[in-house]
């Protein structure tokens, strides 16, 4: 089992910008994959972005393209989420997520562990 802890959201006005850290208790192998999710009020769980730990080939949810970039530092096993032009349509729970199956998960259901997620609240 694998535990992972967000960090880094908070309040931020309209057009700022937040990097989110996703700190894996393990070494993370390189066929495993990372992602991130994001669940706003009264809505359902939509896809952010995903990462491969091994070859670092990403993905994201057309919403957040150009916008948003996920990185990762081996050394330190943890994943990062850089959230640039941030709209108030970007508020939400963020969650992190962790897949040990080959394959970058675009759902929900594809991940095996997840963090406890981190609030991002971006104001108009």
């Known amino acids: 089992q694998v535990q992972l802890a967000e960090s880094g959201g908070g309040l931020v006005q309209d057009g700022g910008s937040l990097r989110l850290s996703c700190a894996a208790s393990?070494?993370?192998?390189?066929?495993?994959?990372m992602g991130w999710f994001r669940r706003a009020p009264g809505k359902e769980r939509e896809f952010v972005g995903a990462i491969n730990w091994g070859r670092g080939v990403t993905k994201y949810a057309d919403s957040v393209k150009g916008r948003f970039t996920i990185a990762r530092d081996s050394r330190k096993n943890t994943v990062y989420l850089q959230m640039n032009d941030l709209k108030p349509a970007d508020t939400a729970v963020y969650y992190c997520?962790?897949?040990?199956?080959?394959?970058?998960?675009?759902?929900?259901?594809?991940?095996?562990?997840w963090g406890q997620g981190t609030q991002v609240t971006v104001s108009s």
């Open positions: 997520a962790g897949r040990m199956a080959y394959g970058l998960g675009l759902s929900g259901e594809d991940y095996d562990f």
């Open positions: 393990r070494h993370t192998f390189s066929s495993e994959n």
